[in-house]
Structure formats: C-alpha cells, structure tokens
C-alpha cells in the first residue's frame, strides 16, 4: 500500500517503522526541517520537509493516489484539515489523531460526513489502559483481545515469586495461562518450555481474563484487592481516568495544583475528591492516605516531575505507582528504579492506528517494547496450507509462539498436535520482523 503520514513525531516514526518493515510503500511530511533530516537520515523512506494541511504538499506526493492518509501531527486542526483535504483529493483511507475532547464529540458525529475512517483520542486510550493496570495489582502494562476474553499482562518477577528460577515446563499454571514473552536485558524472547524464569526478567502473561485474575496464585501472594487511588494532574487523561474509575467502589482522589484545572475537574467528577494543592508535598500525601494507597498515578506534562512524584509516593508507602511518559524509552528505565509502571500514550496511539490499518487481517495488535515485538490476532481463513494441520507440522518462523487459539467459546492453549480451523481467532507473539509472514500464512488461498 501508498501510506502518507503527516507528523514525524514518536507517533509518525513507531508507525512507519512498522509499515516500512512489511513493505509498504511510505511517504512522510514532517513541517520541522531537523525533524525530517532525523528521520530522512534514519528511515529508508521519503520525506517532505512541509504543511501537511497544505495542498500543494499533498499533491506533490501524490495523495489522491493513495491508499492511505495518517496525520498525526501536534495540532488538531493540522490533522482535520490535511484529511479533509486528502479526502477531496482522493485518498482512500483516512486516520486522525485528536487530543481536544471538544472536537472529538463534534467530529464522531460528522466523521463519515468529513471522510474520516478513524480517530484516535490518546487521552482516553491512555486512561483506558491505566484502568486496566489498576485492577490488575501485578501488571505494569496490560491487554485485551479477542473482545475482552483474552488479556495479557506485563510482570515484573521478584526473587521471591514463586516461578523464580524455575523452567517454563515446571510453571503449573492455573486455567489457561501462559508465558508467552520474556524482556530479559532490554531484549525479548519468545521462549520455548526449557526457558528458565530468571528473577528481574518482565514476562508477558496470556489467557483467559478470567484467570489473569488468578495471577496471584504464581507468585505465592494473596488476591489484592484495590480499595484507595490517588492520581497526580487534572489532564484529559487524569479525568477520564478518575471518571472511569468511579463505576468500582474505589475511593479516588485527584490532586491537581492548579485552581482552574482542579475546578474544572471538580465539576464533571461526580464521586473523586479533588484537591488543590501539591503533589510533591509531603505532609499532604501524607494527609490523604498515601501509606494505604493501592496505586498512585503521576499525569504531569513533565516526565521527570512524573518519576520524581512516583518515587516519592512510593517511598511513603503507596502500594504500586504509574507514571506516564512522554518518550517511550524512558520505559525500561523507571521500572528499573522503582516504578510499578510505565505509561507512554503515544506508544498506545500507536499500536491503536497499527491495529486498525491492519484490521483486514489482524483482529488486535499490541506493542511490546516499543514495537520490538507484537501481540497480533488474526482469524484462520479457509486455507489449505492452515487449516487441519498439526502445529508443529506447520511451517512457522523462528521466534513466533502460537499462544491461544479461540474457537466459538472454548479457550485453547495448544500443544503441537492441536490444528487450526477456519474461522477460529489465534493470538500470536512474534518478534516484528515477521509480521509480514504471518498475513501471507494467514491469507485466504484455495
């Protein structure tokens, strides 16, 4: 496909790392000029130093030919605007990120009417995901497949635990769970039953989400269950999250500095304690219960305000801390400091627009570190080169785990004698460099 994204920024680049990598055809804009350089000198793709809202830019790379359009600038109105443009144009797909709650209402409304495809807001993606670490205590990143039947968690092991040291085949899980990828020193592994868990190793847990919820019992801890949140900033995302954590009997408090933020929160929250005051503060943290907090959340602009907040909740006693981040890479060092988890909500836009480019053949899509590895689902088509086939006959790449398969309402974690049938949803862990294997595997043929 001819893919034209519009912003070169985190977004911009993680997505078209992805496309360029399955072959596609990617054309960039980016408007800063030391911007575009970067990524000219750092990407095998064309870039345009320009206004993706412009139509002499638009035309000069030919949008009405192609198949796609993604902006993902800075600025909202840059990204309406380059896709109403596009769509005058031609172009057939269109995808736009809006951070501006305001606009998101008017243009759900009117999206088929200004030939928008799809729209990713990252503050309720982010908050969204949030939600899930908090209820999930052991996780540091989270989820969902197959509409919420199948979740997959990101686990931190402690020397303690008891699957420390301990080889995957000797792991007895409960119900269907699995060990699907290990980050071991900044790099991951799709492991085989003979890979020993290693205590500091973060491993990627898969099944049924009713049984993520057992989690507690591989690691010799009693079920948690979360009681106290206290969330650091009145953002999009600091509000969404405090509006959706208000359907659990989880006592919420939201602790924004600023008066006109704390009060504009104070007036669509209807069961969060909102306070003006200081998140680095001691005293108050201190005041509102800090030491019985079941997980602290850090929202802040600033990604150092964010870990130095974190670590202070931490220290006082908060049970587990999230900080959101701006830059993806940041990731591995917080955890390694003490940070429950990392949240990057351009990663998330990311994987969101990714799992929607690829809808035709990819159900669901996640990112493990940062896009070093994916979680993908896909549908079994009619195929005779698939279907009814043991697994361990099939002709699969190196580095790819075949780690559920869904059939009407059972859950399959399979074993090399299972086979796939059409129409049965597989989830699959593969490093990405065989992502474009696994649609031509996938793709329907007699």
């Known amino acids: ?26 054309i960039i804009i980016e408007k800063d000029a030391d911007r575009a350089k970067y990524i000219e000198e750092n990407l095998d793709t064309m870039v345009l130093t320009g206004n993706g809202a412009n139509i002499s830019a638009l035309k000069n790379v030919d949008v009405s030919n192609a198949d796609m359009l993604i902006s993902v600038t800075d600025s909202d109105e840059v990204n309406m605007i380059s896709s109403l443009v596009a769509n005058k144009l031609g172009a057939k797909t269109k995808i736009i990120r809006i951070k501006d709650q305001d606009y998101l209402s008017n243009l759900e409304a009117f999206k088929e009417e200004l030939g928008i495809d799809f ?24 989820a969902t497949f197959s509409e919420g039947e199948i979740s997959m968690v990101k686990v931190k092991i402690k020397e303690n635990f008891d699957i420390a040291n301990k080889k995957l085949k000797e792991i007895d899980f409960p119900g269907s769970l699995l060990i699907g990828a290990i980050n071991r020193n900044d790099k991951i592994i799709i492991p085989t039953g003979d890979e020993t868990i290693l205590p500091e190793d973060s491993v990627y847990i898969l099944g049924n989400t009713k049984d993520i919820k057992k989690l507690h019992i591989l690691f010799d801890k009693k079920e948690d269950r979360v009681l106290k949140v206290i969330i650091v900033g009145a953002s999009d995302i600091g509000i969404k999250l405090a509006q959706g954590l208000e359907k659990y009997s989880i006592e919420t408090k939201l602790i924004e500095k600023n ?26 943290l201190k005041r509102e219960g800090i030491e019985l907090t079941d997980s602290f959340v850090s929202l802040t602009r600033n990604d150092e305000d964010n870990l130095v907040f974190s670590l202070l909740a ?31 909500p351009r990663l998330i836009t990311a994987s969101y627009i990714l799992g929607f480019i690829r809808k035709s053949k990819v159900l669901n899509l996640t990112l493990l570190k940062e896009g070093e590895a994916e979680v993908v689902e896909v549908e079994v088509p009619e195929n005779k080169a698939v279907n ?12 790819l785990l075949i780690a ?4 009407g309402e059972e859950i399959i974690i399979p074993h090399g004698d299972d086979v796939l049938l059409p129409q049965d949803k597989v989830i699959l862990i593969t490093l990405k460099k065989n992502i474009k294997k696994i649609e031509n595997i996938f793709k329907k043929r007699g």
Request: net charge positive; no cysteine; aromatic share 2%.
């Open 1 to 26: 496909m001819k893919i034209i994204i519009i912003g070169a920024g985190t977004v911009g680049e993680q997505i078209a790392i992805s496309l360029l990598e399955e072959g596609h055809d990617v």
């Open 119 to 142: 729209i990713i807001n990252p503050a309720n993606a982010a908050a969204e995901q949030i939600e899930k670490l908090i209820l999930h205590p052991f996780a540091s990143s989270i």
């Open 259 to 284: 008066l006109e933020k704390s009060n504009k929160a104070a007036a669509v929250l209807e069961k969060t304690l909102v306070i003006n005051g200081d998140g680095t503060d001691k005293e108050l």
């Open 314 to 344: 931490k220290k006082l006693g908060a049970k587990k801390v999230i900080a959101k981040i701006t830059k993806p890479t940041y990731s591995p060092i917080l955890e390694t400091i003490g940070v429950d988890a990392a949240i990057s």
């Open 388 to 399: 009814n086939i043991p697994l361990q006959k099939l002709k699969l790449p190196k580095d």
């Open 404 to 407: 559920t398969i869904i059939r």
